[in-house]
C-alpha cells in the first residue's frame, strides 16, 4: 500500500455487497475497510483516520443519513458518500442539499462510476487537508493541480489572481485584504474538483443534467475553504463568482450590492481570462471583443463601476476613470 494512501470505509448490511466492493478495490493504492455494523463504523472513525466513508442508506440499525451525520459530528472533514436505492433518492438529494453527504449513487451502481467518485472524494480530501496549512505556494500548486482536470485551463486560477489583485489594491489598500482576494481567487474553481472530467472537458453543449452538476461547484469549494477555516473573503469568493449583479446568477441569485465585494471583482476578472482563452467548447476571442463582451454585460453581469476600474486598469487609454 502506498506510504501516503488515505483509508475508505465502506459501510453496508449486506455481506454479498461488501465482497463485491472489496473484489472492485482490490487493486486500489488506498486502504480499504469494510463493515456490515455500523457501531463499527462509528468506532472505526473515532479512533483513526478516514478520509471518505461509502454507507448504503437502508439498514436495520440505523439509517445512513443517520450514521453520516453522526460521521460527520465525530470527524467533519471525512468526505461522505450515499448509497441510496429509487425510493430513497429524494432522501438523497436533500441530504446534499443540506451539507449532509457530498455526492450519492445508486444502487444498483455502475463499478467504474463508484470508483471514480470515491476517486473524487479521495481528491476533496486531500484539498481540503492541504487548504488548512496552505501558504501562497501551496495555494498556487493546488490551484495547478485542479486545472489539470482542464488542460485548456493551464494558468487561468494564477491569471485570475493577478487581474483581481490589481483591481483589490485600487480599491483598498489593506494588504491582510488583498491577500485574501489574490487566495479566494486563486482557489476559485476548487469545487471543480467534483465534476467529472468527462464534463469539464465536452466539447459541445451540456445538457440539463450536467449543467446542474457545473453549476455545483461553487457549493462543493465553498465546503471546502471553510471546513479548512480559511477568512471569510475566500470563501465568499467561492461560492459567489458565478453570481450576476442584475440577481440572474447561481447558486444564491443575490443582486448588486448583495453580492460581495471580493466576489464582483473576481467575476470581471474570470469572465475576462476565460472568453481570451481556448476552451473545449468554443475558441479563445481577442481582447478588443471582450472589452465590449465587459462593456455590453456592464450593469447586467458585472458590478458597473467595477468594470469600468478593470477597463481603465488594462486600457489605460480607455478614458474611463480609475
Known sequence: MNANAETVLFVDDE???????????????HRILTTNDVDEALEIVGRESVAVVVSDQRMPKMQGIELLEKIKSVSPDTIKILLTGYADLQTAIRA????EV??????????SGLASLVHEALERFVLCRSLASADETMLLALAETIELKDPLTQGHCKRVAEFALMMAKVLDSTRARARFIRSGALLHDCGKIGVPESILNFS???NDADMKIIKKHPQWGAEVVRLAH???EIINIVLYHHEKYDGTGYPRQLRGDDIPLEARIVAIADTYDAVTSDRPYRKKIPHAEAIQILLQQRGRAFDPTLTDLFISLIEPNSGLEQ
Open 96 to 99: 446534499i442539499n443540506s451539507g
Open 230 to 232: 480559511m477568512a471569510p
Open 204 to 206: 459541445g453543449a451540456l
Open 102 to 111: 457530498y455526492r450519492f449513487i445508486q444502487k444498483p451502481w455502475d463499478d
Open 15 to 29: 455481506q454479498m455487497i461488501l465482497r463485491s466492493i472489496e473484489r472492485l478495490f482490490m487493486d486500489s493504492p
